[in-house]
């Protein structure tokens, strides 16, 4: 009978973990001092700023915030932000599960070349379809929309999606939805009720990619629409690197309330971002 080897802090020589203690502790250093350093910057004048780089802000200031935001109107871009994300996330995730379970749990013979068909697109990169992208949109009428900005926002993340999806829902034994046929259960009620209960893990995973990767997304939304009544806070940031570039103060402040949603969103969602990386991982 095997036994299972638990690895304990006492297993570890001691100066082996003075060793794994300081290059945590070197890498935790470089991972937030430049977030220190953005939100100190972002409390400094310009003047200030040249003078004194590094230090902390002889007389700080909170005006660059309220500045910033007014001069990127930063309303409608943070909305916007919002709207893109919550939306696409939310159809990401629900479209993803219902082609995973048709494609662990229904099989037929197109199964293997749709399947094919869609994990295909994780090899393409933004960059290779940016311009076919832009064409398509703009020759259907979609140039400027939302729904023209969505559904590139979805399709571009269901690739990745369906095949975490229809991995994580092989693993669910297939005599939990015959039992359900057999009861006289639809497919629909299996999904609903059987299948995106027990999926909960990757869907959490599939959240915590879409919501970072949408909110933080620049180059689609930037070819996709040119009205400022529908661009995000990254194209909205963008502002401060042209005339604006030397007012720094203002620019970080702006850099600062476009980073700020997603740490707010990691400090509310941290325990089940946890568990769910960790619970959502594919099984082979």
């Known amino acids: 009978m095997a036994t299972q080897t638990k690895i304990r802090k006492s297993d570890f020589h001691p100066v082996l973990r003075i060793v794994v203690y300081v290059i945590i502790g070197i890498f935790t250093i470089l991972t937030l001092y430049p977030l220190y350093w953005l939100a100190i910057s972002s409390l400094k004048t310009t003047t200030e700023f040249q003078l004194n780089m590094i230090g902390w802000p002889q007389n700080p200031t909170f005006r660059n915030y309220p500045s910033a935001w007014r001069l990127a109107q930063f309303s409608t871009l943070f909305l916007n932000s919002l709207f893109f994300t919550i939306v696409s996330t939310a159809a990401i995730i629900l479209l993803s599960l219902m082609a995973g379970f048709a494609f662990a749990k229904i099989r037929s013979k197109f199964t293997g070349f749709l399947h094919g068909s869609f994990v295909i697109g994780i090899l393409l990169t933004l960059q290779s379809i940016m311009v076919p992208l832009f064409l398509m949109v703009n020759s259907v009428g979609l140039y400027n929309t939302r729904i023209g900005v969505l559904i590139p926002y979805i399709g571009m993340g269901l690739p990745m999606a369906i095949y975490l999806c229809t991995e994580f829902i092989k693993s669910i034994p297939d005599s939990v939805v015959e039992s359900a046929r057999i009861d006289g259960a639809s ?3 299996i999904f609903s009720a059987i299948v995106v209960p027990m999926a909960k893990p990757v869907a959490i995973t599939l959240a915590i990619l879409n919501v ?3 909110w933080n997304e620049f180059m689609l939304i930037n070819i996709l629409v040119s009205s400022d009544a529908l661009r ?9 690197s042209g005339p604006l570039a030397a007012d720094y103060g203002r620019q970080f402040a702006a850099l600062m309330i ?11 969602f941290r325990k089940q971002i946890t568990e769910g990386v960790s619970a959502g991982a594919v099984k082979g």
Do not use: C, D, S
């Not at 995000?232 to 401060?240: A, N």
């Not at 476009?258 to 509310?268: A, H, T």
């Open 258 to 268: 476009g980073m700020i949603p997603m740490v707010v969103f990691y400090l509310i």
């Open 212 to 214: 970072a990767g949408v």
């Open 187 to 189: 497919y629909f009620r």
């Open 232 to 240: 995000t806070l990254p194209v909205g940031i963008l502002k401060f």
